[in-house]
């Protein structure tokens, strides 16, 4: 590295990221000393100090290191510190820095939570912002923001949430084309209006009953998790939908035409039918389902699902490639009735992959007669997977369900395969 020019020398030291090796750099060379300057990047990983000398903190040496850098664009620091320390730091490179993010441990700290001003407050001294990642973050009074209008994308992690807080949060950041929020908790009713917005998850932690209003009319890629009533009225861009609660009901989804849907995800213990008609009914042009609800019904009476026609299914899904189905759907597709309306000319034109889940020897002639259709109709077909999973039974027809099952792979095994 001698023999480089400076200007090479700083621009390979300009990739250098990790705050130890930066350090450690320092003390090469008196040359790679005056390159340091150059550094874009600084992370602070969680236990780069736990061997501290005597009168050092945290606070003080990441801002040495911040403040010998001429133009710092990105700042990760995971390890503890405090707001005044963070407030030094932006007071330095606050106005150049373009991608922020914090471990802000003021979730479990109470201290940290305490302090004054907030570490949240300090963020106002970065405005010009293009991504946001915080982590542990306690949001339960307005953040003292002005607006970040060149910011891009925020992510929250591990946060609780009071809903004029976060609403207000929101408010400040009216570009955003990404809004990612993980593990939240003390949400009750969310409205959420971002014209610029495309990707969009949202995990809400809790009893699974947060409603949830969304108006983006870019919105390509929406996942949403824990919350019982949904709106999405603008949906003519939505390529990806995942919905699911885990911990509550599915009551309502109320979402607007998915005429650019191409892959659908339902999850969850307990839907209401409207809100799964009345989703499957709009996502007729979708490439890939995915179906994991295991009950429906409006009350605490858990019901099993009525009856599907095989054929109108199909028929309303043409363009479907993947189909993953469990347990639920794949009975109410084996009902009695559901392949009685077969005749000579249906075919499943696209689809090339299935996957079902399969929890009960219950109705397992119909069941084989499924398997058997969806072979059989099903042209481009190229893998079928059967998971038999949790199948509990002491009686003698679980045992000669799954040796059908057997039978029927070992005749097709060049496209069934069981799990």
């Known amino acids: 590295m001698d023999d480089l020019p400076d200007a090479l020398v700083q621009s390979i030291i300009s990739y250098m990221e990790n705050a130890k090796d930066v350090a450690y750099s320092n003390c090469v060379s008196k040359r790679w000393k005056d390159s340091m300057p150059y550094v874009k990047s600084l992370y602070f990983p969680r236990n780069i100090f736990e061997k501290l000398a005597a009168g050092n903190t945290p606070d003080g040496i990441i801002m040495q290191m911040v403040s010998s850098i001429r133009r710092l664009e990105t700042l990760v620091v995971y390890c503890p510190f405090t707001s005044a320390g963070l407030a030094s730091w932006l007071s330095v490179q606050g106005s150049v820095i373009r991608n922020l993010e914090l471990r802000m441990d003021t979730l479990v700290n109470h201290q940290a939570s305490t302090e004054s001003p907030s570490k949240l407050d300090c963020l106002r001294a970065a405005p010009n912002l293009e991504t946001l990642s915080l982590w542990g973050v306690l949001m339960i009074s307005t953040p003292n923001w002005d607006s ?36 939240c908790n003390g949400l009750g009713s969310v409205s959420i209006e971002l014209p610029q917005l495309q990707q969009c998850k949202l995990d809400f932690y809790g009893f699974g009953n947060c409603s949830l209003s969304l108006t983006s009319p870019k919105l390509e890629s929406l996942e949403v998790q824990g919350c019982g009533w949904v709106r999405v009225p603008e949906t003519k861009c ?14 309502k989804v109320d979402i607007g035409k998915l005429s650019a849907l191409e892959s659908l995800d339902i999850r ?139 039978r029927f792979r070992n005749m097709n095994r060049k496209i069934i395969c069981i799990e």
């Open 148 to 183: 970040f209008l060149k910011l891009r994308s925020l992510e929250i992690v591990g946060t609780k949430l009071e809903d004029p807080a976060f609403a207000d949060a929101l408010k400040a950041c009216p570009n955003l084309t990404n809004l990612s929020l993980v593990g």
């Open 268 to 406: 969850g213990v307990q839907w209401c039918w409207d809100a799964i008609s009345n989703i499957l009914q709009l996502a007729t042009g979708v490439k890939y389902l995915y179906m994991k609800v295991e009950f429906t019904g409006e009350s605490e009476v858990l019901l099993p699902f009525p009856e599907f026609d095989f054929v109108g299914f199909f028929n309303n899904h043409a363009k479907l490639q993947k189909f993953d189905i469990h347990g639920a759907m794949f009975a109410a597709l084996c009902q009695k009735n559901s392949l009685s309306h077969i005749d000579s000319e249906f075919v499943i034109p696209c689809l090339e992959e299935v996957v079902i889940t399969v929890r009960s020897p219950l109705n397992a002639e119909q069941k084989m007669s499924t398997l058997d259709s969806l072979l059989k109709y099903g042209k481009n077909l190229k893998k079928m997977t059967i998971k038999i999973l949790q199948m509990k039974s002491n009686h003698i027809s679980a045992d000669d369900f799954f040796e059908e099952i057997c």
């Open 238 to 251: 939505l390529r990806t939908l995942c919905i699911a609660n885990i911990t509550g009901r599915v009551y």
